[in-house]
């Protein structure tokens, strides 16, 4: 036990990334599907369905060639309301995704994710089996689960080192390539700016958002994982991760991907500047009115006191 303590110890300050010992990655702990809009009984029954058959194809799917053990499962959540019937088995929804990383030995996770997708069409049959094959486009449901599945496992890879998650994000893209000729939407770059689309496609390009995917690294690694020991120099860290941002949005204003970012982390950041001196306040509340005015409240906090 020591030799594992001073090994995890050994890492952090050599900034290298964990290494992932048995088991499936993903730990979704909570699936939802509701229909506010859809009283038939039957339906319902699908719902319920469907809602254990995503709970089990999230959980028991083997995405990456790496082991995890139990604690090392990225732990998310999955949300889907049911908006319209088109017919039985088919339907329009909203998905929404969470997830959620641990903070180097500490209780705290920090939220990595939290986007709702409104571009839902789903197909769905009592019973029906959720396959999959990264080659292949089965259904849009699968597709859509394993979008997902791997866009939160190469953000988390991307926290513990730089550019970690590129392969993971790379079968992201694959399933979207293979999902455009089927029409559905979300898949194509003409179906908005805030898509799956564009989600895995900016994450991708080393033109413009290398410097996004940098500060993801810095303000996870070298920022939230030391601040159980040295929270000052982690909040340091976390401050130059946000002038990173900054950078990538000066050249992107309109910037889906820093949209995302903030989705997640806007109520943490606040939290971990809340305590800051003063001036440290003001300089990130000028980079912050800058480029997260939509959430300009939740750093209310953040206002110099006297």
């Not at 309109?254 to 939290?271: G, S």
């Amino acid at each position: 036990m020591q030799y594992i303590f001073r090994f995890f110890i050994l890492m952090i300050f050599l900034g290298l990334p964990f290494p992932r010992l048995a088991a499936q990655e993903l730990n979704c702990t909570s699936v939802d599907v509701v229909s506010p809009q859809v009283q038939d009984i039957s339906a319902q029954a699908v719902f319920r369905n469907m809602k254990d058959a995503i709970y089990q194809f999230m959980n028991n799917t083997k995405w990456t060639s790496d082991n995890f053990t139990n604690q090392e499962k990225i732990e998310c959540s999955i949300y889907i309301n049911i908006t319209a019937e088109n017919s039985m088995g088919d339907w329009n929804a909203t998905m929404q995704i969470q997830a959620r990383r641990p903070v180097y030995k500490t209780s705290y996770n920090s939220p990595m994710m939290n986007w709702q997708d409104n571009n839902i069409h789903l197909l769905y049959q009592l019973n029906q089996p959720l396959y999959f094959n990264i080659n292949t486009y089965t259904d849009n449901i699968t597709s859509l689960l394993a979008f997902y599945a791997y866009m939160i496992i190469g953000y988390d890879y991307d926290s513990y080192s730089l550019e970690g998650g590129t392969k993971y994000f790379l079968n992201a893209q694959t399933i979207v390539t293979n999902a455009q000729p089927a029409g559905e939407k979300g898949w194509n770059p003409q179906d908005g700016d805030q898509t799956r689309y564009w989600m895995v496609t900016n994450v991708l390009d080393q033109t413009y958002y290398a410097p996004l995917r940098k500060a993801w690294y810095e303000y996870h690694r070298l920022g939230l994982d030391i601040m159980y020991s040295d929270f000052t120099k982690g909040r340091v860290e976390v401050y130059n991760a946000l002038n990173l941002i900054q950078d990538v949005y000066n050249d992107k204003p309109a910037n889906f991907n820093i949209q995302l970012f903030f989705n997640a982390k806007a109520t943490e950041i606040a939290n971990i500047f809340s305590g800051a001196p003063n001036d440290e306040k003001a300089r990130v509340m000028q980079i912050l009115n800058a480029i997260d005015i939509t959430d300009i409240d939740t750093y209310s906090k953040l206002k110099p006191s006297n």
